[in-house]
């Protein structure tokens, strides 16, 4: 597609039916759109959910991938998120937006940008808190590790990675009018879930912490080498399922 006079991409996954939601799902630095596909797993979802799922494309060269800008970005989603609803018509014309890592980033900026387009927000490995009031509370599901030494869940020095996990959630909760403590839940000895709001609320915003997990997607094997670098992945809860059913509880959020 055609923005600003420069030629964009993405990848679609469509379902052979009736569409019942639209989801992007934005890859990381040093990624790409078909790289995102293979580690969500998530095109998956035009078959067995009738979802259409697009996959689009930085444009910033960043070594072997690209990474996404998140302010120059802002023009090219937008434009594919109206382009989307318009031919598939998702409820309340809203669509789910998803990433991993610098994706996660994006989505969130997004989010915060266009919150009138989003139905829900899945981070993973890199939720980070608005940088502007949304004008409506937008809910976030959000996945990290806590040995992830990419996007380190305390924090770190880098500008781009200032505040902790913990933080960036607070700071979604406080955006969606959740000033509230969180509701803690144990669910295994190494995955805590931390809720603000009532489950099922406008506003929701739910962090999986995945104990020892690194920079990975939950639910998604990787090889050896991907392993040794990106560190260990949590197989207690799978993230591309867990995203789509959140976001069907908060498709239809006035």
Known sequence: MQVS????????????????????????????????????????????????????????????????????????????????????R???????????????????????AYAAMVSMVGAVGGVRAPVEQPSRPVPVLAFHGSADRINPYAGSATGRWVESVPDAVRGWAEANGHSGLPAVVQTSPTLTRTTYGEPGCPGEVTLWTSKGAGHTWPGRRMGPLLRSYLGRTSTEIDASREIWSFDRVHAADA
């Open 5 to 88: 006079s420069v030629t964009r991409s993405y990848l679609l996954a469509e379902p052979a039916g009736t569409a019942t939601g639209v989801v992007l799902s934005l890859h990381g630095s040093r990624s790409s759109p078909d790289r995102q596909a293979w580690l969500s797993g998530l095109a998956g979802l035009a078959e067995t959910a009738g979802a259409v799922v697009a996959f689009p494309g930085a444009d910033l060269r960043l070594g072997a991938g690209y990474q996404w800008d998140l302010e120059g970005d802002l023009e090219f989603l937008a434009a594919l998120v109206y382009e989307l609803v318009e031919r598939y």
């Open 90 to 112: 998702p409820p309340q014309g809203r669509v789910a937006v998803t990433g991993m890592s610098g994706g996660a980033r994006m989505s969130c900026r997004f989010a915060a």
